[in-house]
């Protein structure tokens, strides 16, 4: 180890390498709380130091695993192998924000919510950053290919990334993509390596799509008193052509959650809420947010709340981020799970999450962005009492299958990580993942970038 530490002190200058235990601790853990120590982490400044290091990881065959913020939420960045723990704070540019082009380019160690400011203020919007935008890094964003509030009307991070450049797992330095709104020079690589979950690339620069701002958005709080009645109603709303900018869903428990939390006046007693919101011309969002209210109001919802100023729009929307943090303060362990189906199915696929919460006595708080059929059933136990732990799991498993057998996926954004890969040959088959090992095994010979993750072998 004392060998592989002055090594990597030649390439990154002693500051950039962290191999104290207590230096360690603090990049054992992802927000899942899956736990694992690297053996040393290195904090690299730019492309060509992360270069040096993959091929001095590959002649000395130690595992390497990237790292941004370590928001993500299902062990992705955990370093159950030990190994080196890269991590990319310092590739912190913003390169450029381009108006005319309609994009901007930078680095991977840009926390997003940095990258959508520096938009807004020459009035652009970077519309997929994740609702952990204050703290996630975009390479996370990209590696993890993550969506946010508004993936039903504007697509997630993935239809964003108009190039990159990355190091491969063997320490070579591509770009992919183009600057261009077109190109079809050669195989897609941006769109392999987009939600590779660190186990294909390291991404250290990226071209970014960005969007005019809309000049007027509306938020409507819709109240129900059943969820099955707020779940048809995102059918009806999307049946009728209207494709609002964000739709999101929280049922009882996790309203109750909030309002304990935040004390913002969340109505406590109802079964669910959806918060909605519409963008574009004024006249035309308006038109939208009653046609919205219309529907909602003929499937018997108990009250519906327009947001009257930007600050009453911006609580709504903070009661929505804070879903997850204020559900983790109930009890000592949250695993929440992440599963979409196609929308249609989104009733069907709530009823069955409120049938397994019964069935196995566990507390479920479900919220998500029902717009996209994407839920977060966030089972709230506490992993010291194995009895509770052993019906969880099969909890989990039943609440995997079924989405499946509705025609949905085990993850709709958070990404197969550790904590899913045993469920991907599920939805995948056998095939499905023959395929994808043997891209690793090309891009990757030694098994160096990130194993474990994904396909579960080491
Ligand atoms: C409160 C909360 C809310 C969240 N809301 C959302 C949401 O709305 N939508 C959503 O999609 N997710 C959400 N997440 C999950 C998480 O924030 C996202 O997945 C985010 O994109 C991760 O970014 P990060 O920088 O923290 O990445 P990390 O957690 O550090 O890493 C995530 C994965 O990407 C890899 N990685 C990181 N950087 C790079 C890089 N430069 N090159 C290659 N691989 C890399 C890691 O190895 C790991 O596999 C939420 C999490 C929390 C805690």
Request: net charge negative.
């Amino acid at each position: 180890m004392t060998a592989l530490i002055k090594e990597l002190e030649d390439i990154v200058g002693k500051d950039g390498v962290l191999a104290s235990k207590e230096e360690r601790i603090c990049y054992s853990y992802d927000a899942q709380l899956s736990e694992a120590m690297p053996d040393v982490v290195v904090i690299p400044e730019n492309a060509g130091q992360i270069s040096k290091i993959m091929k001095l990881a590959n002649r000395r065959k130690v595992k390497v695993v990237p790292r941004g913020s370590g928001t993500g939420l299902s062990g992705g960045s955990v370093p159950v192998n030990g190994g080196i723990l890269l991590l990319l704070r310092k590739l912190d540019k913003i390169i450029t924000i381009d108006r005319e082009n309609l994009m901007g380019v930078a680095e991977s160690g840009v926390v997003t919510a940095r990258f959508c400011e520096a938009a807004g203020k020459v009035g652009l919007m970077y519309p997929p950053y994740p609702s952990s935008y204050k703290t996630s890094m975009l390479g996370g964003n990209i590696a993890s290919n993550a969506g946010g509030v508004m993936g039903l009307k504007y697509g997630v991070t993935g239809d964003y990334v108009m190039g990159m450049e990355v190091v491969l797992p063997t320490g070579e330095i591509i770009k992919t993509g183009a600057n261009t709104v077109k190109s079809v020079s050669g195989y897609d690589l941006t769109g392999l390596l987009v939600g590779s979950e660190g186990t294909l690339c390291i991404v250290t620069e990226a071209t970014l799509k960005l969007v005019p701002k809309p000049e007027f958005t509306q938020s409507l709080l819709v109240v129900f008193n059943d969820i099955e009645s707020a779940a048809k109603s995102v059918s009806e709303i999307i049946s009728a052509g209207i494709i609002p900018s964000a739709l999101e869903i929280m049922d009882n428990a996790t309203i109750n959650a909030i309002e304990d939390f935040k004390k913002i006046g969340m109505p406590k007693t109802a079964d669910a809420v959806l918060l909605i919101e519409a963008d574009g011309i004024k006249e035309a969002v308006e038109k939208d947010a009653a046609r919205i209210s219309d529907i909602c109001e003929k499937l018997n919802a108990e009250s519906i709340k327009t947001a009257k100023t930007v600050s009453e729009s911006k609580e709504l929307w903070e009661a929505r981020t804070s879903a997850l943090p204020a559900l983790a303060r109930i009890k000592p362990t949250t695993m929440l799970e992440d599963v979409t189906v196609p929308r249609g199915r989104v009733p069907e696929m709530i009823t069955y999450i409120q049938q397994i919460a019964k069935k196995y006595d566990i507390m479920i708080g479900t919220f998500g962005h029902i717009g996209d059929g994407n839920l977060h059933p966030t089972i709230l136990t506490d992993k010291r009492d194995r009895e509770e732990m052993e019906r969880v799991e099969k909890a989990i498993e039943e609440i995997f299958k079924t989405a499946i057998e509705l025609g949905g996926t085990v993850s709709g954004e958070h990404g197969v990580g550790l904590t899913k890969s045993r469920f991907l040959k599920m939805e995948k088959g056998k095939e499905g993942i023959e395929v994808m090992r043997a891209i690793k095994n090309a891009l990757d010979p030694n098994n160096i970038l990130n194993p474990g993750k994904i396909f579960g072998w080491v």
